[in-house]
């Protein structure tokens, strides 16, 4: 059985250029499947641009226009870091074309993809995470909120509550530094998020749903020079010196056993579905906090979950032949349940 599989990827916000990295490397996996079909856009500017430089669209019976021809997508793949994807717009667009998609519902998107309610539902489940306030404005009452918090804690990052790749993110050792963060900060978001900056080790894991279960891989771990801050720079530039490891050293098997367990809790707590990656500091004391939760992450070569989920012993070819079959079979129990009884 053949499937029209669509791989969108692009957006127009901040993270447009690494949702295509990411796409590359999804379009190579998902062809490892021969019973897929991968039809490849890019989204810009409210358009579904094809390889050859053409515009596809959406037809009132949710059928993919391509030229002259139609074609039913049977599942979408919405390789689409930040804006409209991890915000939960474009599977709500799915959800009203009936077309089924694998990753996180528009719900679980938004949730997390806002740092402010992720840390609201975070604290409400019991899962520890960083201190922290959240301003609504940038009123003077609002920046009288976010000193008292730095003079309490004293060393402070400063963040857009959403958006990805550390965009809109500040860290704040000043206090004549902190009024301009904050300000800049709500150019890219109409919530800010100040937490207390924690010494701390940076690991993560990749959780996944795999043939009905669900795998909590292993930690791994960013290495990050002492004198550089994690940005979006650091994160994807060429001279980055950020290290990754699949095999951290150190980690006690509690640590691990604990990361794990706090993983699953918010994977199931926040309702995710398919797949996501969990960041998680460890403290110099041993305090283990959930940091956030992107649920759909980086997918280039050097990106983390495809690494941890290799060493995890499972293969993304496999993977998505697993979260595609699981929609595509949603979809049609959901269509089957609608059906209209006849006498």
């Not at 996996?29 to 989204?43: A, G, M, R, T």
């Not at 993809?113 to 009123?139: H, Q």
Request: proline share 4%; aromatic share 10%.
């Amino acid at each position: 059985m053949s499937l029209n599989i669509l791989l969108l990827c692009g957006g127009d916000g901040s993270e447009h250029e690494i949702s295509i990295k990411s796409a590359e490397f999804m379009l190579d996996n998902l062809q490892q499947n021969p019973d897929f079909n991968v039809i490849y856009s890019c989204l810009h500017q409210g358009r579904f641009m094809l390889k050859d430089g053409s515009a596809g669209y959406f037809a009132a019976d949710g059928s993919f226009v391509m030229g002259d021809k139609a074609v039913k997508i049977d599942c979408a793949v919405p390789c689409l870091h930040g804006t409209p994807g991890e915000t939960g717009e474009i599977q709500s667009f799915f959800k009203l074309c009936h077309i089924p998609y694998i990753g996180c519902d528009s719900y679980a998107s938004m949730r997390c993809f806002d740092k402010v309610i992720t840390k609201l539902c975070l604290s409400d489940l019991g899962i520890a995470n960083t201190p922290y306030i959240w301003l609504a404005d940038s009123s003077e009452e609002s920046l009288k909120r976010a000193a008292e918090a730095f003079a309490r804690w004293g060393d402070v990052y400063v963040k857009a509550a959403a958006q990805g790749s550390s965009i809109g993110c500040y860290h704040v050792t000043e206090a004549s530094d902190l009024r301009d963060s904050v300000i800049e900060a709500f150019m890219y978001s109409k919530t800010v998020l100040i937490e207390q900056t924690i010494e701390h080790r940076e690991l993560e894991v990749a959780a996944y749903e795999i043939d009905g279960r669900l795998v909590i891989t292993k930690p791994g771990e960013i290495i990050i020079p002492t004198d550089r801050f994690y940005t979006y720079d650091e994160k994807y530039a060429q001279n980055s010196g950020s290290t990754t490891t699949v095999e951290p050293e150190g980690l006690s098997s509690e640590i691990i056993e604990q990361i794990r367990t706090m993983a699953r809790r918010a994977f199931l707590g926040l309702q995710l579905r398919d797949l996501s990656r969990i960041d998680f500091f460890l403290t110099y004391e041993g305090e283990v906090l959930i940091n956030e939760i992107n649920t759909f992450p980086g997918m280039t070569p050097i990106s983390m979950f495809p690494k941890m989920l290799a060493h995890h012993g499972d293969s993304m070819p496999a993977f998505l032949h697993s979260a595609v079959m699981r929609a595509v079979r949603e979809q049609a129990g959901n269509a089957a349940q609608k059906m209209p009884v006849r006498n």
